[in-house]
């Protein structure tokens, strides 16, 4: 079964500053990899994700992610944060498998923006 | 507008009691899913459907139960509720079959604590 792991449960950056989410996954082959985002008391939006192809994937926002398949990781980032970027974020993973449609989600890291 | 709406947005329930965690999409997908989400475990998808009629377990199914009658509908049943049920429940629909690249549409999610 496939997982994945944040290992940073909260990340405190200055606005402006750069910013890395980092995203580990365990499946045995290529896997669909998304990331959402969670602004305080709302659903989950995509921002997101890497099917096939180029390894460094552009999102909404101004975040993009890079696959390394070497390290089984799927890192978030953004050059420089804005205040509105104070959310929690969701590594997610998916397989293709004739009617499996799971997708299994970390456990999040929450981001806070200081002035 | 065009998206997931789920029904209510908060609920206070006694331990034993049972009530129904509403979903609709209007989205024509035919893939549906519940998640559950607790703080530092993030998302656990509790039941799904990839279409009408047909339904499956998640991760965390125990206490829950799901019918899906139409495309549309996809309710979430607490038969008799416990405090572990307190948490905060998600439905997300997606288009896309038989594949692990499901881009999930999200509600506003539904608050639920059980006494």
């Known amino acids: 079964a496939q997982s994945v792991t944040q290992p940073d449960i909260h990340i405190t950056v200055s606005e402006g500053a750069s910013l890395e989410l980092r995203c580990n996954y365990s499946?045995?082959?290529?896997?669909?990899l998304f990331w959402y985002v969670q602004s305080p008391g709302q659903g989950l939006q995509l921002l997101l994700k890497?099917?096939?192809?180029?390894?460094l994937v552009q999102g909404i926002k101004g975040f993009e992610a890079e696959f390394k398949r070497s390290q089984s990781s799927f890192n978030l980032r953004k050059p420089s944060v804005h205040w509105s970027d104070a959310a929690e974020y969701f590594c997610?993973?998916?397989?293709?498998?004739?009617?499996?449609?799971?997708?299994?989600f970390g456990t999040g890291t929450r981001l806070t923006i200081i002035p | 507008n065009a998206g997931v709406t789920q029904t209510p947005k908060f609920q206070v329930l006694k331990t034993g009691q049972s009530m129904t965690l509403q979903c609709a999409q209007d989205?024509?997908?035919?893939?549906m899913s519940w998640y559950r989400q607790d703080p530092g475990m993030g998302l656990r998808l509790i039941h799904y459907?990839?279409?009408?009629?047909?339904?499956d377990q998640g991760e965390v199914p125990n206490g829950y139960n799901v019918s899906r009658s139409t495309t549309e509908d996809f309710p979430l049943r607490l038969l008799s509720a416990a405090p572990s049920q307190t948490s905060v429940y998600f439905c997300?629909?997606?288009?896309?079959?038989?594949?692990?690249?499901?881009?999930?549409?999200f509600g506003a999610g539904s608050r639920l604590t059980v006494l």
């Open positions: 997300a629909s997606s288009y896309n079959l038989y594949s692990g690249a499901n881009v999930l549409t």
């Open positions: 499946y045995g082959a290529t896997p669909y």
């Open positions: 890497y099917f096939s192809g180029d390894t």
């Open positions: 997610a993973v998916g397989i293709s498998n004739f009617g499996n449609e799971k997708l299994t």
């Open positions: 989205m024509n997908h035919e893939y």
């Open positions: 459907s990839v279409g009408a009629g047909i339904t």
